[in-house]
């Protein structure tokens, strides 16, 4: 198949859905399709170039005017001529509070043609029953306008990546099936012993203390209340007789390292570092010499997390303390990966059991593109053209 994959944003390392984009097209290319790239609305594009070109690969500057866009995209579609256009879709990459601007409808007139898939990695504000009134107010709009932007695209395939979102658009009258996330670091080649020296050296743990360390990677949302997480830490080193370090990896973003700052010296019986970003290969490493993760995403919306999807591929178990975010409409049960739990379900005495479930480290890349691609050849099109 010829996929042309469209999202707002392809500058490398700067956007998280570009990077995700990037990453399945390359893998639907070693499945065999040919791939295009296209960014839409690309902010990190010098304003004078308006479009940058390389081979498979168009950004469009989000400085050019929409119309102009649209006709670009008339004629690259027809050079390419796809089988399917698939939009990586995210409306905070095209306005700043998720309400996708007129302009993007403009951009409808020449994907229609096509047969379009869409994944959505976000939907709107107030999905919660918690959320408050601005936010219901701000989601309003969002929705209206993503419920409008896929009416008139009418997408022949449909994509999200966690149950919530996919309770929120079947009660919108768009059934939607679920593609997971895959890890966002590659899988690096580790020596057991060397990985683990340098993880306790990066933390500043002697060895001979036997510890176990727990890592925090990227965002730490500030909806994370940290005395549970930390009391059951507590909990865990007392019954196993062997000590609890919290590391964070990664970008944790302006409120992740005051939190810490706080927490490392409020808690000095739990050794708190903040190891900052790491090299790719390094930080695969780290991973796989760590013991268990923390993440600080909800329990409801925990697959719609990269980095926890990068913890699992490496294999770590990985801690949910946060299970307040619950849907206004609707409840669901799935089946999660055995190495997530929620902290309430997790006696800190059966640590050492859940731990034992750890796996080899393995991406999920290569079955995920297989999926993706098994959706849309399912049933294939005969033809670029919809009748």
């Known amino acids: 198949m010829k996929i042309a994959f469209l999202c707002s944003s392809l500058a490398p390392g700067r956007d998280g859905v570009g990077d995700y984009t990037r990453q399945l097209a390359t893998a639907c290319g070693g499945l065999g399709h040919v791939c295009l790239l296209v960014a839409l609305h690309d902010r990190h594009t010098p304003p004078a170039a308006g479009v940058i070109e390389r081979p498979n690969e168009v950004r469009l500057s989000s400085t050019l005017p929409w119309p102009r866009r649209a006709e670009l995209l008339a004629e690259l579609f027809r050079q390419f001529d796809p089988h399917w256009l698939s939009w990586q879709l995210v409306p905070y990459g095209f306005h700043a ?42 989601g309003t ?37 679920l593609l997971p996330l895959f890890g966002n670091i590659p899988i690096a080649p580790a020596s057991p012993d060397l990985a683990r020296e340098e993880l306790l050296a990066l933390a500043g743990l002697p060895a001979r203390l036997n510890p176990r360390v727990a890592i925090l990677f990227g965002t730490i949302h500030p909806q994370w209340q940290p005395e549970p997480t930390l009391h059951w830490l507590r909990c865990a080193a007392a019954h196993s007789e062997r000590p609890v370090a919290l590391l964070s990896l990664g970008h944790c973003g302006p409120h992740g390292s005051r939190l810490l700052a706080r927490l490392a010296h409020a808690n000095p019986e739990i050794p708190i570092v903040t190891g900052g970003v790491q090299p790719p290969d390094k930080l695969s490493r780290l991973l796989q010499a760590a013991d268990f993760a923390i993440a600080t995403h909800p329990w409801a919306l925990i697959e719609k997390s990269g980095s926890t999807a990068t913890l699992l591929e490496h294999g770590l178990p990985v801690l949910v303390p946060r299970d307040e975010w619950r849907p206004r409409h ?49 049933p294939a099109p005969e033809g670029a053209l919809v009748a």
């Open 97 to 138: 509070k998720g309400i996708l601007p007129p302009g993007c409808f403009r951009l409808l007139e020449a994907a229609r043609p096509w047969h379009n898939h869409v994944m959505l990695h976000e939907l709107w504000l107030g999905l919660a029953d918690r959320d408050p009134l601005q936010s219901r107010l701000i």
């Open 141 to 177: 709009v969002q929705r209206a306008k993503l419920l409008t932007f896929l009416r008139r695209l009418r997408p022949a395939c449909l994509h999200t990546t966690n149950p919530a979102y996919q309770i929120a658009l079947a009660r919108a009258g768009w059934p939607a099936e």
């Open 330 to 378: 609707g409840t669901f049960a799935c089946a999660r990966d055995s190495l997530l739990r929620r902290l309430d379900d997790l006696s800190p005495a059966a640590l050492d059991a859940w731990l034992a479930g750890r796996r080899p480290p393995a991406s999920r890349l290569p079955d995920i593109a297989a999926r993706f691609t098994a959706h849309l050849s399912s």
